[in-house]
C-alpha cells in the first residue's frame, strides 16, 4: 500500500504567489489532517477534516484552505504565501476509532 | 485546549546508556496518548500508544512507556540505546472525543557510538 502520499516534496516559492500541496491516501480513512513542523514548535495542526465535505481548523489555519471532495484526497492551499510559511508540511490521516495517525513523507516549503 | 510538554529538548547519550524522555499534558479526562519517533530526514512513525488497561505500554525497537494518571505523564524509556535511535521523538495526545492530535515541541536524541 502507498499510504499517505504529498506532493510536492520541495517547492520555492515567492512572496504573494499561491499554490497546492496535494495528499492522497489509499487506507480509506475518514480522518485527514494537515500539520506544520518548525523547529522548536513541535507539530501543530493546520486544518483537519472528518469525512468528505467536512473540514474544520487547527491551531494555526490562517493563511491557508483546504478543501475534502473525496474520502481520498485533502489538498492544501496557500492563497498569498509569507516568508512566515516557510516549513515542513505534513499530512497525516486515521480511521475514526484508532487515533493513531499515519504520516507523508512531508513537502518542504520555502518562501522567499 | 489541552497542552502537551517535552522539558528536554535536547539529549546527548553514549551507546548502552538508558533514556528517559518526559511529556506531560493538561488534561483532565480520558486521553489516548503516543509517541511518534521522526528519523533524520524521514516521516514521523508511531513507536506506541496507549489507550486504556495496562499503563506500562511496549513498542517497536525495545522503547516502552509508562502512563502515570496522577501525574498527568507519558514518559518514554528504554534500557539501553543505540547510535540508530538518533532522532526526534514527539509526544502526543488526543483528548476526550477530539479527533485531532496535539503534538509535543519534541526532543532531539543524539546517541554517541
Known amino acids: 500500500n502507498a499510504g499517505v502520499t504529498q506532493t510536492p516534496k520541495f517547492q520555492v516559492l515567492k512572496t504573494g504567489q499561491s499554490m497546492t500541496l496535494q495528499c492522497a491516501q489509499d487506507?480509506?480513512?475518514?480522518?485527514m489532517s494537515w500539520y506544520r513542523q518548525d523547529p522548536g514548535m513541535g507539530l501543530r495542526l493546520i486544518h483537519y477534516?472528518?469525512?468528505?465535505?467536512?473540514?474544520d481548523q487547527g491551531e494555526v489555519p490562517n493563511g491557508y484552505n483546504v478543501s475534502r471532495s473525496t474520502t481520498e484526497d485533502f489538498p492544501l492551499r496557500l492563497l498569498s504565501a509569507a516568508p512566515s510559511q516557510t516549513s515542513v508540511y505534513f499530512c497525516?490521516?486515521?480511521?475514526?476509532?484508532?487515533?493513531?495517525?499515519?504520516f507523508g513523507e512531508g513537502s518542504r516549503l520555502t518562501v522567499l | 485546549a489541552q497542552s502537551v510538554s517535552q522539558h528536554n529538548h535536547h539529549v546527548i547519550l553514549s551507546e548502552a546508556a538508558s533514556l528517559e524522555l518526559g511529556c506531560n499534558y493538561s488534561y483532565g479526562g480520558t486521553v489516548n496518548l503516543f509517541w511518534y519517533v521522526q528519523y533524520p530526514g524521514q516521516h514521523l512513525q508511531l513507536l506506541l500508544k496507549y489507550f486504556s488497561g495496562d499503563p506500562l505500554v511496549k513498542g517497536i525497537k525495545g522503547f516502552e512507556a509508562e502512563f502515570i494518571k496522577s501525574k498527568f505523564s507519558f514518559n518514554l524509556r528504554k534500557p539501553s540505546v543505540q547510535w540508530s535511535d538518533t532522532a526526534e521523538y514527539f509526544c502526543?495526545?488526543?483528548?476526550?472525543?477530539?479527533?485531532?492530535?496535539?503534538f509535543g515541541s519534541g526532543t532531539q536524541l543524539t546517541v554517541l557510538p
Open positions: 477534516s472528518v469525512g468528505a465535505g467536512i473540514t
Open positions: 502526543a495526545v488526543r483528548a476526550g472525543s477530539a479527533r485531532q492530535l496535539t
Open positions: 487506507m480509506n480513512h475518514e480522518y
Open positions: 497525516a490521516s486515521s480511521t475514526s476509532s484508532s487515533g493513531e495517525l499515519f
